[in-house]
């Protein structure tokens, strides 16, 4: 059983963290999900081997980079023959601590709560959506992907009742400090932002941001600079 409100130091962003083979650079362990989620893949359809190079193309890297992210796992492959899939799947989930389910809960089901209540991806991936609340009274009480949708009073609870390990927020900008900082007392220690704003929160939490507007206007800068170049400077 894991500890409440913890998750394996490897999702976490600021500090590399080591399992026994060193120091593992946060480059690599941002990588290893785009390998896991190829894994899957290749499990499903019966695919027993994999090169570096196969498993680089499908992750978007370059195939020294797949051997150098696998080696601090003691992950070599076999030379001529490529990764046992199956095996190098298990190893990957298991350093990722998905050996079993994560409970998350989601604070606000507006537009985009009410969207990640109804994906069924997450289950798949080790993460259980357990509980989920708003403030709105036309919100509370409703049923999303089979989730009830309970009042924001009830957090503190519902963290202990599910055994929460992540928090979810998808509230407005001007909610999400005040959430956060309700998740952290209630003993979560890892949190995913969707909110567009800078969240603070204490040390030994680990947060995660997700901005998808600041996404669309980096794609955006860098399709303005295809349809309009940057003259060079003359004179």
């Not at 989930?93 to 537009?111: F, K, M, S």
């Amino acid at each position: 059983m894991h500890e409440k409100g913890t998750v394996p130091a490897m999702t976490g962003e600021g500090t590399g963290t080591g399992r026994g083979h060193g120091e593992i650079p946060d480059a690599t362990v941002s990588r290893l999900p785009l390998y896991h989620r190829a894994l899957i893949g290749l499990h499903q359809s019966g695919v027993t081997t994999v090169s570096s190079e196969q498993l680089a193309d499908m992750a978007g890297v370059n195939a020294a980079k797949v051997r150098k992210d696998l080696s601090y796992f003691g992950s070599y492959g076999t030379r001529g023959v490529g990764y046992d899939v199956e095996q190098l799947l298990a190893e990957i989930r298991n350093d990722l601590g998905l050996q079993h389910e994560w409970n998350c809960i989601i604070v606000g089901a507006g537009n985009l709560g009410s969207a990640l209540l109804s994906f069924a991806g997450f289950r798949d991936r080790g993460f259980h959506v357990a509980a989920a609340v708003d403030v709105a009274p036309d919100r509370v009480g409703r049923n999303l992907g089979g989730i009830t949708i309970s009042h924001q009073d009830d957090l503190a609870a519902l963290i202990t009742r599910h055994d929460i390990a992540i928090g979810v927020i998808a509230t407005p900008p001007a909610s999400a400090q005040e959430v956060a900082d309700a998740l952290v007392a209630a003993g979560v220690r890892s949190i995913l932002n969707f909110a567009p704003t800078v969240v603070e929160v204490p040390e030994g939490v680990l947060i995660r941001h997700v901005d998808l507007a600041s996404e669309l206007e980096i794609l955006a800068f860098h399709e303005g600079r295809r349809t309009h170049p940057l003259q060079a400077p003359t004179g």
